[in-house]
């Protein structure tokens, strides 16, 4: 059976001009049907198996690791001279985290309390709980500063106090005891005298609140009524603004709770969170384009404002009275304990703070967003902010999860970009092939015909025959 080739070029067209309009299709459809995609499986729904799961347990490893400031030079301290201190650590930790509580609200928002504990990883450390760190005593120089505007004869009671539970201006104990908290005489005797001046009744330790405890009563949005909500604080202790600043603008709770945001980031977008213990909401800003694992990424920082005082950056105003930029004091939400957040070594911080303290050495791939503690001295030491440890938390995706988001975030956008391109250029070379066929076709036949037809017109034989063999041709 022969074969119309200009036919059989028509429906080669047709085909092409399909499939280019389909890859066509697919460069507007695509991301609107990813997008769509991120949508469902973002919104907090016990529906979505997946993501409500890490949402709820976070199966993705964290780790604390802290840095104390082991002081070396304790008692020329004690005589006026300038405080040296070492790094020690880090001292890691696996950070376990569990949402408990949850409860859903009509209003498309969630409350929850998230447990965390911490468990130690020797085999991530730089030492043991067992080693012994010497740092500035907080409960002696707090409750002495704290004491300042008590009558004479009571400071000089609770002096008398200090002196005779052994307890000076520095502590000397295993970094075991120094996290999760150690037996004090003088703890049960301020507990006793002075209820409320400490937030704890039983072990004192910088972590003690840390361990086993929660982070208070969160209610976040589910991003089912709009998912540029989800994850945002709605409330925090049933409070919408704090009351430990002295501005509306700084009291505001703002962003999410600082473990995931809402998606379709771009370069301009901030990240803002609410950090219970920093009493206050921060930001973080876009710096530069990153890669983990095979998973592109965006990296975000703390501007040099994050911390800044109310001379250097007007907005900050609210959270003082104000000490060196570099330096927050959170001692209204700390029982007016003398308790100063700040980047480790003072990074971004005032250089004179640099000064006061000997063997700190900041650099912007070491130090981030992280807490120190700072207590102030009195008496014969020289009034310094001095660091007593800082510490980072991190985590990573791997396994199973890694898998995952590399096939969600990585292959199957790639797939889709690479498919609609394809069709394109596979419907254009099909239409061109066609319609180069179909016109090479078309011209030959009646060039074929008007030359045979001349030849037997001249003999005048067999003229039918011959233009029935064209027709067939």
Known sequence: MAVNKSKVSVGFIAVGVLTALFGIVLVFVGPVVIDDQVVKNTIIDPKNDLSYTMWKDLPVPFFMSVYFFHVLNPEEILNGEKPMVEQRGPYVYRKQCRKENITFHPNSTVSYREYRRYFFEPSMSVGNESDVITIPNMLVLGAAVMLEDLPYALRLFISATFKTFKEGPFLTKTVEELMWGYDSKLVEFLNKYLPGMLPSTGKFGLFAEFNNSNTGLFTIHTGRDDIRNVHKVDS????????????????????????????????????????????????????????????????????????????????????????????????????????????????????????????????????????????????????????????????????????????????????????????????????????????????RIPNSQLIINAQYAQDGQYKSSATLRICRF
């Open 236 to 443: 925090w202790n049933g409070l919408t603004e704090l009351s430990y600043w002295r501005t509306p603008q700084c009291n505001m709770i703002n962003g999410t709770a600082g473990q995931l945001w809402p998606p379709f980031m771009t370069k301009e977008t901030t990240l803002p969170f609410y950090s219970p213990d920093a009493c206050r909401s921060l930001e973080l800003v876009y710096q530069r384009l990153g890669v983990m694992k095979g998973i592109p990424l965006y990296r975000y920082v703390a501007p040099k404002t994050m911390f800044a005082n109310g001379t250097d950056y007007l907005p900050n105003e609210g959270f003082c009275p104000c000490r060196q930029s570099g330096l927050l004091n959170v001692s209204s939400c700390r029982y007016n304990s003398p308790v100063f957040i700040s980047h480790p070594h003072f990074f971004n911080a005032d250089p004179v703070l640099l000064d006061y303290v000997l063997g700190l050495h900041p650099t912007e791939e070491e130090h981030g967003l992280f807490i120190d503690i700072h207590p102030v001295k009195t008496g014969k030491i020289s009034e310094v902010v001095m660091p007593m440890l800082w510490f980072e938390e991190n985590g990573y995706i791997d396994g199973p999860i890694l898998t995952t988001f590399h096939t969600n975030l990585v292959i199957l956008p790639a797939v889709m970009e690479y498919m609609q391109y394809i069709f394109i250029a596979l419907g254009l070379l099909t239409t061109i092939v066609a319609v180069l066929v179909y016109y090479k076709v078309k011209v």
